[in-house]
C-alpha cells in the first residue's frame, strides 16, 4: 500500500523535533553535570598562533540562505603561517660512521657531497648524538632528549619504563607533524627505526610508522638494518620488493634507489606543488652492516689500509692537527686503544686480507651514500631551489660501530655470541665461496651472500681522535659527530677562514633551530596532547657568529648504562658495564651496581680529545657534575639507570610476539623475525597440508635471510630442509622424491636441552612416516637477522640457502593448504645473554 506523502512529511517533522527535545535534554544533563563539576568540560581552545595546533578551521566567506539568487559563493582564503621566504630544508642523516673518516675531516675516504657542502657554508666539530640509532633519531625529531621521547633504547629492546618505551609518545609531536601544519609538504627515505618491532607487519598499528608521525610519503624499511640489495622495503605503510635491476639497468643497490626515490619526490614537488616549501628526512642504511658494495667500487681503497687500523688513526690524526677542524691543535693529544682491542701487529699474516677486504668494502661502501646524497644536492641545483634549500648533513647518528667485533661474515654472528674464530670465518668463506680464481672465497665479501662487517679497531681508528665508539656515551668516539650545514641564500660563506663552528650542540638542537628560523612556536598543545617542553636549543646564533659563546649550558648523556653530563665546558662521564668490542656476559650485568661506577672529569675548554682526567685533582667539581647528572636523570626519565641492558639481563622480557601456536597459508609473506615463530631457538612442529604435482620444486617455508636462517623447500621432488648457522655451519635434510597427491607433512624440531647454542633434532614425515632427519649442532639463540622475514611459498629478500639463490624467490608450484606451527612449550626458548650491539 502506497503511504501518503503529506504522512511522510509529518513523521519526518516530529521525528526532527523529538531529535530537537532529546538534544536538549541531553544539553541540559552535560550543563548540570558541568555546573555540579561531574564532567570536566572538553579543551576547545584552538588559536591562530600555533601554540594550539591544528589552528582553527577558516569561517566562510559566503552566504548560503534559501535560494541561490539570494546566496553568495565567495572561495575562504587560507591563512599563511610561513614566511614568504621559508626554506625548503633536507636533512641527510649517516648512519655508523665515525669523526675522522671523511676526507674533510682528516680521515681517508673520499666524501665529496660533505666537502662541497662544507666549501659553501659551516661545519660543527662539538656535535652529538645519543651513541645509538633509535635514541638519536628520536631526539632528532621531536627536540627532546632521547628518554623524554620516550627511546632511551633502541625499539627492539623497547621496555615498559616510560623512558624506554620505543614509541615516541603523542606528547612530543615531531617536527614533520608541525610542518605540515603550517604547509610544508613532508618526505622521508632510508632507514626509519622508530617503530617498535612488534609492530613492523602488515597488521601496524600504522600510527607509529613514518606516515604517522607527520611524513606525507614514506619509502624505506623500518628496522635498524637491512640488506643493500634486498632490501625489506615500505612505501607509506606497504611491503614492497625492490627490482633486480635500477632504472638505468645497473644491478640494484639500496642507496642509489634512495636517491633515485627522492629526486622523483621532488620532482613530483615540483610539479604539483611547487609554490610549497617541503621538508625531507633522508636517512640511508648506509653504513650501518651489512656492509654491502660492489667491488668495483673498492677498486681505488685497494691496498690503501694494508699497514693495518693503528697507521690508519695516526695518519688521520695528524691532518686533523694540520688543520682548524680541532680547536687547539697544537695542544690535541691522541687517545690511546682501548684495553681489548687488538693491535694490528696482533693480526696473524693469514688474516691480514681478511681484515684490510672488510675495511676496503666499508670505506667504498661510505664513499658510495655520501655520492648518492650527492645527487639529491645536485637535483636542487637543476631545479634552481638550491639556494633556499636549508641542508643539515649529519654524519653519523653516533660513532663508528663496533658491532663486527673481530671482522665478520655474518653480522649477527658476534651478536649472538657464538663461538668462533677469524680462522673459522676464513674456512666457511673458503669452503662455501672458493673458487679456482679465489681460492679464499674473499670476494663473495661485500655481496647478497654475506653480512660482512669490519674489525671494530677499524671503527675505533675512523674515530679519532676521540676514545671509543658506538654504544658508549660516556666518551666522544660514541657522541660526537660532524655537522655542516648550508643554506645559500642566508648562511654566509667565508673563502678565507675554515668555517667551523664549535659551540657545543646536540642533536636536539635541530627541531628547535628550525622551528626559530621559520618563527614557529613550538605548539604547547598538539590535538588536543598537551605537549613536553623541547629540551635542545636553537642553533641559528652561531650561523653568522663563529665565536659566539654557548647557548647550550647542559645536556645529559646516556646508553645502557654509559653515561656523562656536560655543563658549561665541564664534562663528567662513567663509561659503564659494556665493551662493545667484548661478549660480556648476563651476571656480569646482572652484577652491576650503577652507583660503584668510576667516574671521569674533564675540562673541555683545554682538553678537546677526553684525555686528561682531572677527577683525582677536582673531586668537588666532579661530585657536583654526579649529582647533576642524577637530577637531570630523574627529569627526562632516564632512571633506572642502564635501564636498556634489561633485556640483556632477562632475555625472556625481549619484544616478541605473544602467541604459540599459528596457521599460515601463501598469504604469509614479509612477517617480521620478531613476530614470527621462533622456528630456530625453541622446538616446535611444523604441520603442512599441501597438493603435489609430482617433481616439484620451490620454498614452503623460510625464516631469515643469507646471513642466517632455515628453510625448507623442494627440489626435483625431493623435501629439503636446511639451517644456515650464520653461514658457519650448513645443517640439511633431504627425502628421497615424493609422489604427487594430497599429502600432511610434519616437521618436528625438538631441542635437546635448554642451553644457549643447544644441538637441536629435526625429524621429517610425510604421511606420518619419517623421510629424512638431521641434527643441527649448534643453533642460533637469538635473532637471525634484524629485518628478514618468515615468508610461505618463497623465500623473500635474501635467500636461506645457496642451493636456490640464484633462482630467488624460488616460489613453490605446488598448492600449499596450510603451514601450522606449533611450539612445543613458550617456556622452552633458548636465550642467549646478548652481546652489546644487538641490532643497535
Same mark, same amino acid.
Given at each position: 500500500m502506497r503511504v501518503n506523502p503529506f504522512y511522510e512529511v509529518l513523521s519526518m517533522f516530529f521525528h526532527g523535533l523529538l531529535h530537537r527535545i532529546l538534544k536538549g535534554v541531553v544539553a541540559v544533563a552535560i550543563a548540570t553535570s558541568l555546573l555540579l563539576g561531574s564532567i570536566t568540560p572538553p579543551?576547545?581552545?584552538?588559536?591562530?598562533?600555533?601554540?594550539?595546533?591544528?589552528?582553527?578551521?577558516?569561517?566562510? =566567506?559566503? *552566504?548560503?540562505?534559501?535560494? +541561490?539568487? !539570494?546566496?553568495?559563493?565567495?572561495?575562504?582564503?587560507?591563512?599563511?603561517? +610561513?614566511?614568504?621566504?621559508?626554506?625548503?630544508? +633536507?636533512?641527510?642523516?649517516? !648512519? @655508523?660512521?665515525?669523526?675522522?673518516?671523511?676526507?674533510?675531516?682528516?680521515?681517508?675516504i673520499h666524501a665529496p657531497t660533505i666537502q662541497r657542502l662544507w666549501n659553501e657554508g659551516i661545519a660543527y666539530n662539538t656535535f652529538h648524538t645519543t651513541a645509538v640509532c633509535s635514541p638519536t633519531r628520536a631526539a632528532l625529531l621531536t627536540g627532546r632528549n632521547?628518554?623524554?621521547?620516550?627511546?632511551?633504547?633502541?625499539?627492539?629492546?623497547?621496555?615498559?619504563?616510560?623512558?624506554? &618505551?620505543?614509541?615516541?609518545?603523542? *606528547?612530543?609531536? *615531531?617536527?614533520?607533524?608541525?610542518?605540515?601544519?603550517? /604547509?610544508?609538504?613532508t618526505a622521508a627515505f632510508g632507514k626509519w627505526h622508530n617503530t617498535p618491532a612488534n609492530e613492523t607487519s602488515k597488521m601496524g598499528p600504522f600510527d607509529r610508522w613514518p606516515t604517522g608521525h607527520g611524513f606525507d610519503y614514506f619509502y624505506g624499511f623500518l628496522a635498524g638494518e637491512t640488506s643493500q640489495y634486498e632490501p625489506r622495503l615500505f612505501e607509506n605503510t606497504n611491503a614492497i620488493e625492490p627490482p633486480h635491476e635500477l632504472p638505468n639497468g645497473e644491478p640494484y643497490h639500496l642507496s642509489e634507489d634512495l636517491a633515485n626515490q627522492a629526486i622523483t619526490w621532488l620532482r613530483n614537488h615540483r610539479s604539483y606543488s611547487p609554490d610549497k616549501p617541503f621538508f625531507m628526512y633522508w636517512t640511508p642504511g648506509a653504513a650501518h652492516g651489512p656492509h654491502h658494495i660492489f667491488d668495483e667500487a673498492t677498486v681505488k681503497?685497494?691496498?690503501?689500509?694494508?699497514?693495518?687500523?693503528?697507521?690508519?688513526?695516526?695518519?688521520?690524526?695528524?691532518?686533523?692537527?694540520?688543520? $682548524?677542524?680541532?680547536?687547539?691543535?697544537? !695542544?690535541?693529544? @691522541?687517545?690511546?686503544?682501548? $684495553? /681489548?682491542?687488538? =693491535?694490528?701487529?696482533e693480526i696473524p699474516d693469514d688474516e691480514r686480507d681478511f681484515q684490510t677486504r672488510l675495511m676496503e668494502l666499508y670505506a667504498a661502501f661510505v664513499e658510495d651514500v655520501d655520492t648518492q646524497a650527492g645527487k639529491i644536492v645536485t637535483?636542487?641545483?637543476?631545479? %634552481?631551489?638550491?639556494?633556499?634549500?636549508?641542508?643539515?648533513?649529519?654524519?653519523?647518528?653516533?660513532?663508528?660501530?663496533?658491532? /663486527?667485533?673481530?671482522?665478520?661474515?655474518?653480522?649477527l654472528l658476534g651478536q649472538n655470541q657464538i663461538p668462533n674464530t677469524v680462522a673459522e670465518q676464513m674456512l666457511a668463506l673458503e669452503t662455501q665461496f672458493g673458487t679456482e680464481e679465489d681460492p679464499s672465497g674473499l670476494s663473495a665479501l661485500g655481496t647478497s651472500k654475506t653480512d660482512n662487517m669490519h674489525n671494530a679497531a677499524w671503527s675505533w681508528a675512523g674515530d679519532a681522535p676521540f676514545r671509543y665508539t658506538k654504544l658508549l656515551a660516556s666518551h666522544f668516539g660514541g657522541t660526537r659527530n660532524p655537522l655542516v650545514i648550508s643554506w645559500p641564500a642566508k648562511i654566509s660563506h667565508d673563502p678565507n677562514t675554515a668555517n667551523v663552528r664549535s659551540q657545543f650542540h646536540h642533536v636536539n638542537d635541530i627541531a628547535p633551530t628550525i622551528y626559530d628560523i621559520l618563527d614557529i612556536t613550538p605548539p604547547e598543545e598538539f590535538y588536543g596532547f598537551i605537549q613536553d617542553p623541547i629540551d635542545g636549543v636553537s642553533m641559528e646564533y652561531t650561523f653568522d657568529d663563529p665565536d659566539a659563546p654557548d647557548q647550550k649550558t647542559i645536556q645529559y648523556f646516556d646508553n645502557f648504562g654509559s653515561r656523562g653530563i656536560y655543563f658549561d665546558g665541564w664534562f663528567a662521564s662513567a663509561f659503564g658495564p659494556l665493551s662493545p668490542w667484548e661478549t660480556a656476559?648476563?651476571?656480569?650485568?646482572?652484577?652491576?651496581?650503577?652507583?660503584? !661506577?668510576?667516574?671521569?672529569?674533564?675540562? +673541555?675548554?683545554?682538553?678537546?680529545?677526553?684525555?686528561?682526567?682531572?677527577? =683525582?685533582?677536582?673531586?668537588?667539581?666532579?661530585?657536583?657534575?654526579?649529582?647533576?647528572?642524577?637530577?637531570?636523570?630523574?627529569a627526562n626519565k632516564v632512571f633506572p639507570i642502564g635501564g636498556g641492558l634489561w633485556t640483556r639481563i632477562n632475555p625472556e622480557d625481549r619484544v616478541a610476539t605473544p602467541y604459540t601456536s599459528w596457521t599460515f597459508d601463501t598469504s604469509t609473506t614479509r612477517m617480521p623475525e620478531f613476530? =614470527?615463530?621462533?622456528?630456530?631457538? $625453541?622446538?616446535?612442529?611444523?604441520?603442512?597440508?599441501?597438493?603435489?604435482?609430482?617433481?616439484?620444486? %620451490?620454498?614452503?617455508?623460510?625464516?631469515?635471510?643469507?646471513? %642466517?636462517?632455515?628453510?625448507?623447500? &623442494?627440489?626435483?621432488?625431493?623435501?629439503?630442509?636446511e639451517y644456515n648457522m650464520m653461514l658457519l655451519d650448513r645443517y640439511k635434510a633431504e627425502s628421497a622424491v615424493i609422489p604427487s597427491g594430497n599429502h600432511t607433512i610434519e616437521v618436528k624440531t625438538t631441542f635437546t636441552s635448554l642451553e644457549p647454542l643447544a644441538p637441536a633434532n629435526v625429524v621429517i614425515k610425510v604421511d606420518g612416516t619419517e623421510v629424512a632427519s638431521t641434527t643441527v649442532e649448534r643453533t642460533v639463540p637469538g635473532a637471525f637477522t634484524a629485518s628478514e622475514t618468515f615468508d610461505v611459498g618463497m623465500d623473500l629478500g635474501s635467500s636461506v640457502s645457496l642451493d636456490y639463490a640464484d633462482n630467488a624467490p624460488f616460489s613453490f608450484n605446488g598448492i600449499i593448504n596450510t603451514v601450522k606451527v606449533e611450539l612445543a612449550n613458550s617456556q622452552e626458548a633458548h636465550f642467549l645473554p646478548e652481546l652489546p650491539g644487538l641490532l643497535d
Amino acid at each position: 500500500m502506497r503511504v501518503n506523502p503529506f504522512y511522510e512529511v509529518l513523521s519526518m517533522f516530529f521525528h526532527g523535533l523529538l531529535h530537537r527535545i532529546l538534544k536538549g535534554v541531553v544539553a541540559v544533563a552535560i550543563a548540570t553535570s558541568l555546573l555540579l563539576g561531574s564532567i570536566t568540560p572538553p579543551v576547545l581552545a584552538q588559536t591562530a598562533d600555533g601554540t594550539s595546533l591544528p589552528f582553527p578551521p577558516v569561517p566562510s =566567506a559566503s *552566504t548560503a540562505n534559501e535560494t +541561490l539568487q !539570494d546566496s553568495e559563493m565567495i572561495r575562504r582564503e587560507e591563512p599563511k603561517y +610561513l614566511p614568504d621566504d621559508a626554506p625548503n630544508i +633536507l636533512i641527510i642523516l649517516l !648512519d @655508523d660512521v665515525g669523526f675522522g673518516e671523511a676526507e674533510a675531516f682528516g680521515g681517508e675516504i673520499h666524501a665529496p657531497t660533505i666537502q662541497r657542502l662544507w666549501n659553501e657554508g659551516i661545519a660543527y666539530n662539538t656535535f652529538h648524538t645519543t651513541a645509538v640509532c633509535s635514541p638519536t633519531r628520536a631526539a632528532l625529531l621531536t627536540g627532546r632528549n632521547h628518554h623524554n621521547a620516550h627511546t632511551g633504547t633502541i625499539t627492539e629492546r623497547a621496555l615498559d619504563w616510560d623512558g624506554y &618505551m620505543g614509541t615516541i609518545p603523542k *606528547t612530543t609531536a *615531531t617536527l614533520p607533524e608541525v610542518l605540515r601544519e603550517y /604547509g610544508y609538504k613532508t618526505a622521508a627515505f632510508g632507514k626509519w627505526h622508530n617503530t617498535p618491532a612488534n609492530e613492523t607487519s602488515k597488521m601496524g598499528p600504522f600510527d607509529r610508522w613514518p606516515t604517522g608521525h607527520g611524513f606525507d610519503y614514506f619509502y624505506g624499511f623500518l628496522a635498524g638494518e637491512t640488506s643493500q640489495y634486498e632490501p625489506r622495503l615500505f612505501e607509506n605503510t606497504n611491503a614492497i620488493e625492490p627490482p633486480h635491476e635500477l632504472p638505468n639497468g645497473e644491478p640494484y643497490h639500496l642507496s642509489e634507489d634512495l636517491a633515485n626515490q627522492a629526486i622523483t619526490w621532488l620532482r613530483n614537488h615540483r610539479s604539483y606543488s611547487p609554490d610549497k616549501p617541503f621538508f625531507m628526512y633522508w636517512t640511508p642504511g648506509a653504513a650501518h652492516g651489512p656492509h654491502h658494495i660492489f667491488d668495483e667500487a673498492t677498486v681505488k681503497y685497494k691496498g690503501q689500509f694494508d699497514d693495518g687500523w693503528d697507521a690508519l688513526r695516526a695518519r688521520t690524526f695528524e691532518r686533523q692537527k694540520g688543520f $682548524e677542524w680541532l680547536p687547539l691543535a697544537a !695542544d690535541a693529544v @691522541d687517545t690511546p686503544r682501548p $684495553e /681489548g682491542m687488538e =693491535a694490528w701487529t696482533e693480526i696473524p699474516d693469514d688474516e691480514r686480507d681478511f681484515q684490510t677486504r672488510l675495511m676496503e668494502l666499508y670505506a667504498a661502501f661510505v664513499e658510495d651514500v655520501d655520492t648518492q646524497a650527492g645527487k639529491i644536492v645536485t637535483e636542487l641545483d637543476e631545479e %634552481g631551489i638550491r639556494d633556499n634549500t636549508l641542508i643539515f648533513y649529519i654524519w653519523g647518528d653516533n660513532g663508528g660501530s663496533a658491532g /663486527g667485533i673481530n671482522g665478520t661474515i655474518s653480522e649477527l654472528l658476534g651478536q649472538n655470541q657464538i663461538p668462533n674464530t677469524v680462522a673459522e670465518q676464513m674456512l666457511a668463506l673458503e669452503t662455501q665461496f672458493g673458487t679456482e680464481e679465489d681460492p679464499s672465497g674473499l670476494s663473495a665479501l661485500g655481496t647478497s651472500k654475506t653480512d660482512n662487517m669490519h674489525n671494530a679497531a677499524w671503527s675505533w681508528a675512523g674515530d679519532a681522535p676521540f676514545r671509543y665508539t658506538k654504544l658508549l656515551a660516556s666518551h666522544f668516539g660514541g657522541t660526537r659527530n660532524p655537522l655542516v650545514i648550508s643554506w645559500p641564500a642566508k648562511i654566509s660563506h667565508d673563502p678565507n677562514t675554515a668555517n667551523v663552528r664549535s659551540q657545543f650542540h646536540h642533536v636536539n638542537d635541530i627541531a628547535p633551530t628550525i622551528y626559530d628560523i621559520l618563527d614557529i612556536t613550538p605548539p604547547e598543545e598538539f590535538y588536543g596532547f598537551i605537549q613536553d617542553p623541547i629540551d635542545g636549543v636553537s642553533m641559528e646564533y652561531t650561523f653568522d657568529d663563529p665565536d659566539a659563546p654557548d647557548q647550550k649550558t647542559i645536556q645529559y648523556f646516556d646508553n645502557f648504562g654509559s653515561r656523562g653530563i656536560y655543563f658549561d665546558g665541564w664534562f663528567a662521564s662513567a663509561f659503564g658495564p659494556l665493551s662493545p668490542w667484548e661478549t660480556a656476559s648476563s651476571e656480569d650485568l646482572a652484577n652491576w651496581d650503577s652507583r660503584e !661506577d668510576v667516574w671521569e672529569l674533564y675540562d +673541555l675548554t683545554t682538553d678537546f680529545t677526553q684525555q686528561n682526567d682531572l677527577a =683525582a685533582e677536582e673531586p668537588e667539581i666532579l661530585e657536583i657534575m654526579k649529582q647533576l647528572f642524577l637530577e637531570e636523570a630523574e627529569a627526562n626519565k632516564v632512571f633506572p639507570i642502564g635501564g636498556g641492558l634489561w633485556t640483556r639481563i632477562n632475555p625472556e622480557d625481549r619484544v616478541a610476539t605473544p602467541y604459540t601456536s599459528w596457521t599460515f597459508d601463501t598469504s604469509t609473506t614479509r612477517m617480521p623475525e620478531f613476530t =614470527a615463530p621462533g622456528l630456530g631457538r $625453541e622446538s616446535n612442529t611444523v604441520t603442512i597440508d599441501v597438493d603435489l604435482n609430482g617433481n616439484d620444486n %620451490g620454498v614452503i617455508y623460510a625464516l631469515g635471510g643469507s646471513g %642466517g636462517g632455515l628453510t625448507f623447500f &623442494m627440489e626435483d621432488g625431493k623435501l629439503k630442509y636446511e639451517y644456515n648457522m650464520m653461514l658457519l655451519d650448513r645443517y640439511k635434510a633431504e627425502s628421497a622424491v615424493i609422489p604427487s597427491g594430497n599429502h600432511t607433512i610434519e616437521v618436528k624440531t625438538t631441542f635437546t636441552s635448554l642451553e644457549p647454542l643447544a644441538p637441536a633434532n629435526v625429524v621429517i614425515k610425510v604421511d606420518g612416516t619419517e623421510v629424512a632427519s638431521t641434527t643441527v649442532e649448534r643453533t642460533v639463540p637469538g635473532a637471525f637477522t634484524a629485518s628478514e622475514t618468515f615468508d610461505v611459498g618463497m623465500d623473500l629478500g635474501s635467500s636461506v640457502s645457496l642451493d636456490y639463490a640464484d633462482n630467488a624467490p624460488f616460489s613453490f608450484n605446488g598448492i600449499i593448504n596450510t603451514v601450522k606451527v606449533e611450539l612445543a612449550n613458550s617456556q622452552e626458548a633458548h636465550f642467549l645473554p646478548e652481546l652489546p650491539g644487538l641490532l643497535d
